[in-house]
C-alpha cells in the first residue's frame, strides 16, 4: 500500500513538472507503467481488504494516464530516438498486459460462490467495471502519444522503417488490450437508477450527419499538385470540429455514467455501428488520398506537398481518435446498462460491426500514414 501510495504522489508531482527532456520523460513513463503493470499482475481478490486497495490501484492508474495526457499535450517539436520508439513499444505491451490482468481478474471474481462473499462481490464487480475502463483510457492516451510524436518529429525520414514497425505494434498491441476489456466489460452489469440512452440520440445523430457530410466531402475533393495542401487543409478544419463535437458528447456519457445506468435504446446502437461505418470509409478516402499524394510528390513543389503530407498526418489521427472516442462511448453505455439481457442481439450484432469498421479503419489509416512517412523520407521533408 505504502508502495501505491509513492508512486500515486510520484505520478501527481510528475504531471505538474516543467519537461525539460522529453527523452527522459518517456523513460519514466515507461518505468512507471511497469511499476503499475507488476502491481496489478500482483493483486488478487484473496487478499485482505482486496477492494480497498484495488480502488488505490485505480486512482494510480487514473494518475498515470493523466500524466500521458500531460506529456502528449506538452510536447513539441524534436528528434525521435530508437530508445523513444522502444518506450513506445513497451507502454503498449504494458496496456495489453494490464488488459489481460483484467480478464484474470474476472476470472476471479466468477468464481466467488459463498453468499457470506456478496458484498465483497459487488465492490469487487464494481471496481473490476472502474479498472477496465481506465486501462482502456491509458490505451487510448498510449495511442494518442505514438500519434503525437509522428506529428511533432523532425527526423521521421531517418527513423521511417522503425516508425512503422512500431506503428504495427502498437496496433497488435492495443487490439489486444481492446479485447481483452470488452471481454471483462461483457462478463458485467451495474444497476443502478437509470438514463435511456435516447437522451443522447439527437446529438448522435447529428454527429452521425456531419461525419457524412465530411466523408462526402472528401470523396468529391479533387487533388491536384497545386491545390492539394488548401484542399486537406480545409479538411482537417472540419475534422476537428468533428472530433471536438464527438468528444463533448462522450464527456457527457462519461458525466452521467458517474451517477446512473443506463438503458440502452436500439436507435443508439444503430447509430454507434453507422459511425464506425462512416470512419471506415474515411480511412479509406484518405488512403487512397494518400496514395494520389505520393503519385503527384515528383510534380508538386515542397511547400505544398510538406503542408500536404502534414494535414493528411493529422487527418490520420484526428479520426484514429474520433474512433476511439466512439468506441470508447459504446463501452461506457454497455458498462453501465441495466437492460443487456433484452437488448442482448443487438449489442451483438453492434459490437460485431464496430469491430470489424475499427480493425479495417486502423489498418488503412496505419497505410496512409506509412505512404507519408515514405513521402516524407523520399523527398526530404
Known amino acids: 500500500m505504502k508502495n501505491l501510495m509513492k508512486f500515486f504522489i510520484g505520478i501527481l508531482l510528475l504531471s505538474i ?11 519514466d513513463l515507461s518505468t512507471q507503467g511497469e511499476t503499475l503493470n507488476t502491481e496489478l499482475s500482483a493483486f488478487t481478490f484473496s487478499q485482505e481488504s482486496s ?3 484495488l480502488g488505490t490501484l485505480n486512482r494510480s492508474i487514473e494518475a498515470y494516464t493523466a500524466a500521458l495526457k500531460s506529456t502528449t499535450e506538452s510536447m513539441t517539436a524534436f528528434s525521435v530516438t530508437e530508445a523513444d520508439l522502444a518506450v513506445l513499444d513497451d507502454l503498449s505491451a504494458i496496456a495489453k498486459n494490464m488488459g489481460a490482468e483484467s480478464l484474470r481478474l474476472t476470472a476471479e471474481l466468477n468464481s466467488i460462490e459463498d453468499v457470506a462473499e456478496l458484498f465483497e462481490y459487488r465492490a469487487g464487480l464494481s471496481a473490476m467495471l472502474q479498472l477496465s475502463k481506465d486501462i482502456g483510457t491509458m490505451a487510448d492516451r498510449i495511442l494518442e502519444m505514438a500519434d503525437r510524436i509522428l506529428i511533432m518529429a523532425d527526423n521521421i525520414g531517418i527513423m521511417a522503417e522503425r516508425i512503422m514497425i512500431t506503428q504495427q505494434i ?3 498491441n492495443i487490439a489486444l488490450t481492446q479485447a481483452s476489456i470488452l471481454t471483462t466489460q461483457q462478463n458485467m452489469v451495474l444497476l443502478s437508477d437509470s438514463l435511456s440512452t435516447i437522451a443522447y440520440n439527437l446529438t448522435l445523430g447529428q454527429i452521425v450527419n456531419d461525419t457524412d457530410t465530411l466523408s462526402g466531402a472528401l470523396n468529391a475533393m479533387n487533388l491536384d499538385s497545386s491545390n492539394m495542401d488548401s484542399e486537406l487543409a480545409s479538411l482537417e478544419t472540419q475534422t476537428t470540429a468533428l ?8 464527456l457527457l456519457v462519461v458525466e452521467n455514467s458517474q451517477n446512473m445506468s443506463h438503458y440502452i435504446n436500439s436507435d443508439t446502437l444503430t447509430m454507434l455501428g453507422d459511425l464506425t461505418a462512416i470512419h471506415k470509409a474515411l480511412a479509406l478516402s484518405l488512403e487512397t488520398y494518400a496514395r494520389t499524394i505520393e503519385q503527384m510528390a515528383p510534380l508538386t513543389e515542397t511547400p505544398v506537398l510538406s503542408d500536404a503530407t502534414a494535414s493528411m498526418l493529422q487527418l ?18 454497455y458498462i453501465m446498462a441495466d437492460n443487456i439481457g433484452l437488448m442482448a442481439d443487438n449489442i451483438v450484432a453492434t459490437q460485431d460491426i464496430q469491430t470489424t469498421n475499427v480493425l479495417l479503419t486502423e489498418a488503412s489509416l496505419l497505410t496512409s500514414q506509412s505512404i507519408m512517412i515514405n513521402v516524407i523520407k523520399n523527398f526530404g521533408l
Open 17 to 27: 513538472t516543467l519537461r525539460a527532456d522529453i527523452h527522459t520523460d518517456l523513460q
Open 316 to 333: 490520420t489521427k484526428d479520426i484514429g481518435v474520433m474512433s476511439d472516442r466512439i468506441m470508447e462511448m459504446t463501452d461506457k453505455i
Open 170 to 172: 502498437q496496433n497488435t
Open 243 to 250: 472530433l471536438n463535437k464527438t468528444t463533448n458528447l462522450l
Open 51 to 53: 477492494c480497498m486497495k
